[in-house]
DNA sequence: ATGGTTGATCCTCAA
């Protein structure tokens, strides 16, 4: 079965793309981050129509997760167990979408952007990772697992083109890097690293300042799995390509191989 | 020149 994340910064925008990808790559479940879309905005139709079937979850123009799949989708969730909530007047965001797709639990993640280190984004964000940890926990007792998606976090230095450059930015602080590991602390196995290791391996190119064209880039699209899945990864692959031309995402997608059970 | 782009929506915010 072949797996992949991507965030494709809005869904309409980019539909012309994801759709042909989808049936380029043979891709059986993709996680996507940023729709940016209201559910009745979603295009279903268009995964419909060359035979998936998708989830979303997306409550206004910002954040929004969904899940597309050839292999069955079911027992859909959106949000975890006491996800945090966002402003004066908290209102939920749309960034987990959970459902069950040839024998793995899927979830499509987008981490909150910290935006900077004293910004309380940036406690919203170490807060909302450290309730998924605790639910993500919880479903490693459930059976095969899979958490992907836009962490928002370049876990160790290789991960960013230049530490100078970030070193008071957000992405590599202690706390998040703390926060991810405990991810992996929790029992979680980063499946594409191993892979496809560093440095200079980047899923993601700020739009700004020709970074993709420089080569600066950073690692923050991660594909985590439970043990008994990350056996069964044969392949990893970050999908430069799709970064290329008019109409990219600012992110690539990022795609493994799971040998069945 | 202290920015540089892109997207959704509204004339600004988010990344």
Redesign the pocket.
Same mark, same amino acid.
């Given at each position: 079965m072949r797996v992949a994340t991507w965030n494709v =910064?809005?869904?309409?925008?980019?539909i012309e793309r994801v759709i042909p990808w989808l049936q380029r790559n043979d891709v059986d479940v993709l996680a996507i981050q940023e729709t940016?879309?209201?559910e009745d905005?979603f295009p279903f139709f268009r995964f419909e129509e060359i035979g998936y079937e998708v989830a979303h979850h997306g409550l206004?123009?910002?954040?929004g997760v969904a899940i597309a799949s050839r292999v069955g989708l079911s027992d859909v969730t959106a949000g975890f167990a006491d996800a945090p909530v966002w402003g004066q007047a908290p209102v939920p965001e749309a960034r987990h979408l959970g459902a069950s797709c040839g024998g793995i639990r899927i979830n499509s993640v987008y981490v909150? =952007?910290g935006?900077q280190l004293l910004d309380p984004?940036m406690d919203y964000k170490v807060e909302w990772l450290a309730r998924l940890r605790d639910a993500a926990q919880g479903w490693l007792a459930q059976g095969p697992t899979m958490v992907m998606g836009d962490w928002?976090i370049a876990p160790q230095d290789e991960d960013v083109w230049s530490m100078e450059f970030y070193a008071d930015k957000s992405h590599v602080s202690p706390r998040e890097r703390a926060a991810f590991a405990a991810m992996l602390d929790a029992g979680y196995v980063d499946v594409v690293r191993p892979l496809l290791p560093g440095p200079k391996v980047y899923t993601y190119w700020?739009?700004?300042?020709l970074r993709f064209q420089k080569g600066r880039g950073m690692k923050i699209d991660f594909i985590l799995a439970s043990p008994d899945v990350a056996g069964r990864v044969a392949a990893a692959a970050i999908d430069r390509e799709e970064r290329k031309g008019?109409?990219a995402s600012?992110h690539a997608p990022v795609v493994v191989d799971v040998a069945d059970a």
């Amino acid at each position: 079965m072949r797996v992949a994340t991507w965030n494709v =910064n809005s869904i309409r925008s980019r539909i012309e793309r994801v759709i042909p990808w989808l049936q380029r790559n043979d891709v059986d479940v993709l996680a996507i981050q940023e729709t940016k879309t209201r559910e009745d905005q979603f295009p279903f139709f268009r995964f419909e129509e060359i035979g998936y079937e998708v989830a979303h979850h997306g409550l206004n123009q910002w954040n929004g997760v969904a899940i597309a799949s050839r292999v069955g989708l079911s027992d859909v969730t959106a949000g975890f167990a006491d996800a945090p909530v966002w402003g004066q007047a908290p209102v939920p965001e749309a960034r987990h979408l959970g459902a069950s797709c040839g024998g793995i639990r899927i979830n499509s993640v987008y981490v909150p =952007n910290g935006r900077q280190l004293l910004d309380p984004h940036m406690d919203y964000k170490v807060e909302w990772l450290a309730r998924l940890r605790d639910a993500a926990q919880g479903w490693l007792a459930q059976g095969p697992t899979m958490v992907m998606g836009d962490w928002n976090i370049a876990p160790q230095d290789e991960d960013v083109w230049s530490m100078e450059f970030y070193a008071d930015k957000s992405h590599v602080s202690p706390r998040e890097r703390a926060a991810f590991a405990a991810m992996l602390d929790a029992g979680y196995v980063d499946v594409v690293r191993p892979l496809l290791p560093g440095p200079k391996v980047y899923t993601y190119w700020d739009y700004q300042q020709l970074r993709f064209q420089k080569g600066r880039g950073m690692k923050i699209d991660f594909i985590l799995a439970s043990p008994d899945v990350a056996g069964r990864v044969a392949a990893a692959a970050i999908d430069r390509e799709e970064r290329k031309g008019k109409g990219a995402s600012d992110h690539a997608p990022v795609v493994v191989d799971v040998a069945d059970a």
